[in-house]
Each structure stands twice: as structure tokens, then as C-alpha cells.
């Protein structure tokens, strides 16, 4: 009678990787924080307004334990993980999980086209519900908002008077205040920041005004 063999290792989770750097986090509610970004490659949409398309396609397989020893070269506590549209990768919730368990506050930036449900709940979630000029508008999981913490946050790209009327009107109809903090980021290049400012303070909108700061400070070069 033969032995049967013992069957194989399970061979670890791997993801696709663009790039991992330590920078100024310049948006959300950690802004100003020294963070450590892991960016994804790959994403299912195309805003018209992306600035990170070099992400589509490429990187390099790291296995999960590689890309936290990685981040905790860095010696820093806040960690944001971003695409891309990170959850793209199913072994992104392993990573996300590996790197709460490593000490890390953990940050998720993700379109809101994708679920959300069943996500570590130590990961803080920056979902950007995709606004009329991005083209994407139609691949919004509206789904997702019922599965929002006060902890989490949803940020819209304001790139005219349209977008800020529509993101106005979901923020109501929805009542996101309630639910977690609400952004409103001006698109970059595509209008004045000012404006958006004046249009919240005028409606009175409980929501937070943000720029990009990491664009103030290194313009749109990769890997800031």
C-alpha cells in the first residue's frame, strides 16, 4: 500500500504592488500625518479626472508579509492603503487585516464601486462616491452607505457647480453627515478651490472642505 503524500503548502497571498512610500498624508482626516502608502495596481474605472493612472497596469507580486515588513521599515504608525482601486484585489482585506494586526492605523481609499462589507473593522474606510464629471458616476455602490461607521468617511471630487449640486443633493438625501465626515475635494487643475469653499460655506453644509495638500507641496509627481 503507497503513502499518500502530504499535500502542499498553501502557497502565500500575493498582490499586485505599483509602489510603497512614506509621505505626507494630504487628504481626509489624517492630513498632515506622516503616512506610509501602499498603492495597488489596477483599477475597473476611468475618471476623467485621475491622477494616478500610471496604477492601471504593471507593479510587482509582493506577498502580504513582505509588504507589511515593508511598511514597518518606516517606522511609522499611520498607514494608507490605495490604488488604484485597491479592493480590486480580493487580497487586499489579507493585507489590510496583516497590517491592523502589525500595530498600524490603517486607512482604506477606495471608489465606493466595489463592497465594502466584511472589512476588518479596525480599517478606517475613505470612500469617493464618483461625482457626474467623472464619467464613473454609474458605478456607485449605493449599497455601501448603509454599511458606513462614524469612523469612515466619503469624499467627492468637485470638479464644477454640477458636482457640487449633486454631492449636495446625495449628502441630503442620504443624510452622510449623520453617518460618518463628508468631504469636498476640488478637482485639481479643473477649478478654483475658493469656489468650493464660498458654495459649502453659502449652503451651510456640514461637510469638511479639503485641497490636496501632497500636490501644494511636490505637484503631481509619483510617489508623493
Known sequence: MTESKPAPAPRPAELRVT???HSIQGESSTVGQP?????????????????????????????????VAEVGSHATRHVCVTGGEPLAQPECREL????????????????????????????????????????????????????????????????????????RTVMREHDLASRCLVLLSPAWGRI?????????????????????LHKYLWGEAPGH
Request: net charge negative.
Open 192 to 212: 478654483e478651490p475658493r469656489l468650493v469653499a464660498e458654495w459649502l460655506l453659502a449652503d451651510r453644509l456640514p461637510a469638511c472642505f479639503q485641497v490636496q
Open 19 to 21: 509602489e510603497i512610500f
Open 35 to 67: 503616512t506610509v502608502f501602499v498603492r495597488l495596481t489596477g483599477c475597473p474605472l476611468r475618471c476623467s479626472y485621475c491622477d494616478t493612472t500610471y496604477a492601471f497596469s504593471g507593479g510587482r507580486l509582493h506577498t502580504v508579509a513582505a509588504i
Open 96 to 167: 489590510l487585516h496583516a497590517l491592523c494586526d502589525a500595530g498600524h492605523q490603517v486607512q482604506l481609499e477606495t471608489s465606493g464601486a466595489l463592497d465594502i462589507g466584511g472589512l476588518d473593522p479596525r480599517v478606517t474606510v475613505v470612500m469617493d462616491l464618483k461625482t457626474p464629471s467623472s464619467g464613473e458616476n454609474g458605478r456607485n455602490r449605493w449599497e455601501n452607505l448603509a454599511q458606513l461607521r462614524p469612523r469612515d468617511q466619503v469624499k467627492f471630487v468637485i470638479s464644477d457647480r454640477a458636482d457640487y449640486d449633486w454631492s
